[in-house]
Every structure is written in C-alpha cells, then in structure tokens.
C-alpha cells in the first residue's frame, strides 16, 4: 500500500506518485474542460476559451500530450449544434488547424510569447480559412452561406489571439510563466 500512496501525506503529488500525478491531473482537468465548453453553445466564448486551453496545455504538458486535447472540442461543438452541420466535412481540418496552433507555438513561446500566439493564431487562420474555400468551393462545388463561411475566416484568428491573452493571464496567475 505505501507504494501506491507514496511517501508521507497529503495533496495529489503523493497520493498518486508525484510528478506524473500532477500531469495527469493537468491533462484530464484540460481535456474535461475542452469537452464540457462546447456544451455551453456561445462560439464567441468557447473559442476563445478552447484556444487558450490549447496554449496553456502546450506550457504545462508540452506539444505532445496537448496533441490529444486539440481532437474533442470540434467533434463536440459538432454533436451540440455550436458548428453548424454543412461544417461537419471541415472537423478533420479544424483538429488540424488546433494541432498547427500547437505545433507552432510550442517551440515559441519560452523566446517571445506574444510571437507565438501571433504566428500560431495566424497559421491556424490560414490554414482554416484555406481548407474551409479548397474543400467547400473545389472538391464539394458548394458555397457557404455568408455566416457560416465567416465562422471559419477572421473569427478563427481573433477567438486564438484572445486565446493567447487569456492563457498568459492564467498562467502568470498560477505562476508557470
């Protein structure tokens, strides 16, 4: 039994093992959260929120672990109606634009922080904005209704630069910045 609970009492760390506890406690509380916004059904709030979990799971997991998290909140978003459902093709992309977010902020953000969320936000943007015109305009021969394109252009790039902001705040709260 002293193997499972560690060495002396008290807090997460020791029951569970230590720093692989606090990992895995940072990854379910990051994931749980990534999968209960959606529910919430305001795109002008989750995304943001879903953003900045991306970035703080990148500083506190790193890139690897945080890959994990970017699969659930668009096939969530899709299952509760907050994507509409003529963006269902566009799922697979969007865990790829979120993965790009990821990828490119994590060797950033130690040098310039604000560098990372900037180039990270616009990739994701490009890319999301790219892919939504390439799939629904070449390969499906369909065109978006105005507010349904506009979900996945400027607001893509403004939901994770506020992402961005609100992540750094957070973590400059919890002192892991």
Known sequence: MQELVGEGAG???NVLG??????????????????VLPFFNLQLVTGPLINAILFIATVVL?????????????????SVGLLPAILGPMIPFIM???MILVVV???LWRKNWWLGVGAASFLKFLFLFGMSRLL??????????????D???????YSALIGGVLAYLFLKF???I
């Open 96 to 98: 790829i634009g979120n």
């Open 136 to 149: 629904f305009g070449l390969i499906l021969r369909q065109s978006l209704p105005a507010a349904v394109a």
């Open 151 to 157: 979900t996945l252009a400027w607001p893509q790039l």
């Open 174 to 176: 919890v002192k892991r």
């Open 62 to 78: 790193g890139w690897k672990k945080t890959l994990w998290i970017c699969l659930f909140p668009s096939v969530i978003a899709f």
């Open 105 to 107: 902020f994590n060797p």
């Open 11 to 13: 807090g997460v760390e």
């Open 18 to 35: 230590g720093e692989k506890s606090t990992t895995m406690v940072w990854l379910l509380s990051l994931l749980g959260l990534s999968v």
